[in-house]
């Protein structure tokens, strides 16, 4: 009976805190995050300030919850751009571009998630936010799970850097420098975008970072 009433003690509050979640993605899309405060998202969602401090550390956790939340499309997309692959290092570029075309439509939102976070703090966030809407890893495979569920892009990269050496792409030595490198090319974009130093299209930016990417990839393929 116990673990009975804590399951469904664990999805009410799940519930209640998708429908803060939501209400701060939503101020989030329409007017920015430097609108989101405790008493707009509480406005929005239907409760008072003080049921919303029931759920979340404080503002920052809330917000950073909602950003993440905005990662769904992009997970939504990704098994269309997998499907394209013939082989693990294909699927490992498929899925930098799938990456490259969401993030870069909503920089200021990425940036605070991949970039400007702290990292054992977001980490924890992101871990949690796919408690709460678990419905967002159904029918990836293990690998891209685990992928999604790290913040650290250096980590995420690797994760599929491993199954192109297991499948004889990479040399095992190489592989932390391979993701490093990624890091930079894609982040050094990222902030160019956020900081209008680039001044192309969003298109344009996903092909000239999947361009230098590609060369990265080449340089260091040891089966070409």
């Not at 499907?83 to 899925?95: F, S, V």
Request: neutral net charge; contains cysteine.
């Amino acid at each position: 009976m116990k673990g009975d009433y804590m399951s469904n003690k664990e999805i009410q509050r799940n519930r209640m805190m998708r429908y803060f979640i939501d209400a701060a993605a939503e101020i989030i899309e329409n007017k920015g995050v430097d609108n989101v405060t405790i008493r707009n998202v509480a406005n929005l969602a239907g409760y008072n300030s003080a049921t919303l401090y029931n759920y979340f550390d404080n503002l920052h956790h809330l917000i950073s919850l909602a950003c993440i939340k905005f990662l769904k499309d992009y997970v939504k997309d990704l098994p269309s751009y997998i499907a394209k692959a013939n082989n693990t290092y294909e699927k490992t570029l498929y899925i930098w571009e799938c990456f490259c075309v969401h993030t870069f439509e909503k920089p200021e939102i990425f940036a605070s998630i991949f970039i400007h976070s702290q990292q054992r703090t977001i980490s924890g966030y992101i871990k949690d936010y796919y408690e709460i809407y678990p419905e967002n890893l159904q029918d990836m495979s293990e690998d891209i799970r685990r992928m999604l569920t790290y913040n650290d892009l250096y980590d995420r990269t690797l994760v599929l850097l491993l199954q192109c050496h297991k499948d004889g792409y990479f040399n095992k030595e190489d592989l932390n420098d391979i993701s490093e490198l990624s890091y930079f090319i894609y982040t050094g974009m990222l902030l160019d975008i956020l900081s209008n130093k680039y001044k192309g299209s969003v298109e344009e930016a996903v092909q000239k970072t999947m361009n230098y990417l590609k060369k990265l990839y080449n340089s260091f393929r040891i089966n070409k």
